[in-house]
């Protein structure tokens, strides 16, 4: 019986899918997810033999991937993932193909803090290696979030959020690479708005 699609990916964001379902990080062989959480988005890369590597600041998280890895991939070692945070990795600088940041950039403190943890994703990929992420936006919901400084808002949602817009991630795109992608804004119901940022570093 063949194997079930939530077997192969597990719980992956959708957008991370549609990257593997394009092949467009069939060439990578290293991966790190910055706020890796229980590895949701790690199932598909440790069943087809990458090197993966995680960092969260979630003890619980780190102990439930280190079971995932060690049970789905046996030779990655546990090691790979840490309690850590995403704006000083502990990682030597290009060692990665892939970098994911799903959910992550959003939790800044403020601008300095989402710089930090940007800048660090970058070190850590290597030249014309990808760099995914998802993170809130302002985009579509300008009018509808209340700005509480610090590049912070409050959104409909009742959730307060570090919130970019498409200048911010142009900007950061035009210091460290190109789009792979265009950049692409789900809106939920006005209530909140989630970006895909999709990049290949130079």
């Not at 194997?3 to 593997?20: A, K, R, V």
Request: net charge negative; hydrophobic share 40%.
């Amino acid at each position: 019986m063949p194997e079930s699609p939530h077997h192969t990916y597990g719980n992956i964001d959708i957008y991370l899918f549609d990257q593997l379902l394009k092949g467009t990080y069939q060439h990578c062989k290293t991966v790190l997810d910055i706020g890796c959480g229980a590895g949701r988005n790690l199932h598909y890369f440790l069943r087809n033999d990458y090197d993966v590597f995680g960092i969260d600041q979630n003890p619980d998280a780190i102990n439930a991937v280190q079971f995932l890895s060690a049970g789905i991939a046996p030779s990655n070692p546990i090691e790979n993932f840490s309690v850590a945070d995403a704006d000083k990795l502990p990682f030597p600088d290009e060692s990665f193909d892939l970098v994911i940041s799903s959910a992550v950039l959003h939790f800044a403190n403020d601008p300095r803090n989402f710089d930090n943890m940007i800048n660090e994703a970058f070190r850590v990929l290597r030249p014309n290696g990808y760099f995914f992420a998802r993170l809130a936006s302002d985009i579509g919901i300008e009018s509808l979030v209340e700005n509480i400084g610090n590049g912070r808002y409050l959104l409909p949602d009742g959730s307060v959020r570090f919130l970019v817009n498409e200048d911010i991630l142009l900007s950061y795109t035009n210091k460290f690479g190109k789009l792979h992608e265009p950049i692409k804004t789900t809106n939920v119901q006005n209530l909140r708005c989630m970006t895909t940022w999709c990049m290949q570093k130079l």
